[in-house]
């Protein structure tokens, strides 16, 4: 088993960044896909970045050109870059580990909050 502890969450103004930061609790695992998601009030939860594999990624047409998603094989570690945050970024953020098809990991979400 795995746990994904999320971090680097928090209240941010238009514009401004935020660094989110998914940790894996077992390292001796290898994930073949790392991704994040999020979720708002109403919403269904979406994909916003994933890197697989040795790097290739992937991002939403809504995130594209402001976050980076970015991993650390060695650490099991994720991460996403947030630039130029939006209110409409406003969302719980989650990280995804994917071990097998069959076999993934959810971390409990960071809520990201974006308001001035």
């Known amino acids: 088993q795995a746990q994904l502890v999320e971090s680097g969450g928090g209240l941010v103004q238009p514009g401004g960044s935020l660094r989110l930061s998914c940790a894996a609790s077992n390292r001796a695992f290898s994930f073949v896909a790392m991704a994040w998601y999020r979720q708002a009030p109403g919403n269904q939860r979406e994909l916003v970045a994933s890197i697989v594999g040795g790097g290739i990624i992937n991002y939403s047409d809504s995130v594209r050109g402001r976050f980076t998603i970015s991993r650390n094989k060695y650490l099991n570690e994720v991460y996403l870059q947030m630039n130029n945050l939006k209110p409409e970024d406003t969302a719980i953020y989650f990280c995804?580990?994917?071990?097998?098809?069959?076999?993934?990991?959810w971390g409990q979400g960071t809520q990201v909050t974006v308001s001035s």
């Open positions: 995804k580990a994917k071990r097998s098809a069959q076999v993934e990991y």
